[in-house]
């Protein structure tokens, strides 16, 4: 149990659909965090919430939409996505402390057809 | 602009042998240093840091990492490796000075421990 749970593990979706990924977190933490991971790639680093706020939006294409509805949930809204899309998005929360590691959800697999 | 290098791709270590992971930084400020490892189908776990003091600093598992202010590195090091311990490290920064959220992480590196 890693205190940060993301919904569906696995996703296959076409091009021309919508889904969201879901992430919620039980650790009291009041940053929320979306990456993208791609084989022998760093982490890309999309979006950053802070107390339902974004922070950090990191120059990512319009056709991936971020919510965060309170400080526990983290919504990342997908539609129209292109093949180059498919990766392992992971969702991440800290405390609101530039010091304080990361704890990360297993991600979601998305696969774009 | 901020950016961590891991120079190895994969790494390959004998059980009981003692393993290094490398990892060197550029940042405009001072650091602060994260380890993560990251087994298969899951997400990344946070192993040690280094936010100030002692430049050599203990974490989960046996792993240790010692931060170099002159050659701008943090490399992860077990005396002595287990097969358990094969997965993906990565290495990460956050830039004290400029605060914020934004953590650069490396590459990965991946460890392989043979029996």
């Known amino acids: 149990e890693t205190g940060v749970t993301q919904t569906p593990r696995h996703l296959v979706m076409g091009m021309t659909n919508k889904k969201s990924l879901k992430c919620e977190q039980h650790l009291g933490h009041n940053a929320m965090y979306w990456y993208k991971q791609s084989a022998k790639k760093p982490l890309e680093l999309m979006f950053v919430?802070?107390?339902?706020?974004?922070?950090e939006n990191n120059s990512v294409p319009s056709r991936f939409s971020p919510e965060c509805p309170n400080s526990s949930h983290l919504f990342l809204h997908l539609h129209t996505l292109q093949p180059e899309d498919s990766a392992l998005y992971l969702c991440?929360?800290?405390?609101?402390?530039?010091?304080?590691?990361?704890?990360f959800g297993d991600g979601t697999r998305l696969s774009i057809l | 602009a901020q950016s961590v290098a891991q120079p190895e791709d994969q790494v390959n270590v004998a059980e009981g042998n003692p393993l290094t992971v490398k990892c060197t930084y550029s940042v405009s400020g001072n650091p602060y240093l994260f380890w993560y490892v990251q087994y298969p189908n899951r997400g990344l776990q946070f192993l040690l840091k280094y936010i100030t003091g002692d430049n050599l600093v203990k974490g989960s598992y046996g792993f240790e990492a010692e931060f170099n202010k002159s050659q701008t590195s943090f490399h992860l090091k077990k005396p002595s490796a287990l097969v358990s311990d094969s997965a993906l490290y990565f290495c990460a920064v956050r830039d004290r000075n400029t605060g914020g959220f934004k953590t650069i992480f490396g590459a990965g590196t991946r460890l392989f421990v043979k029996a």
């Open positions: 919430y802070s107390l339902e706020e974004r922070v």
């Open positions: 991440a929360s800290s405390p609101d402390s530039s010091n304080q590691p990361q704890h």
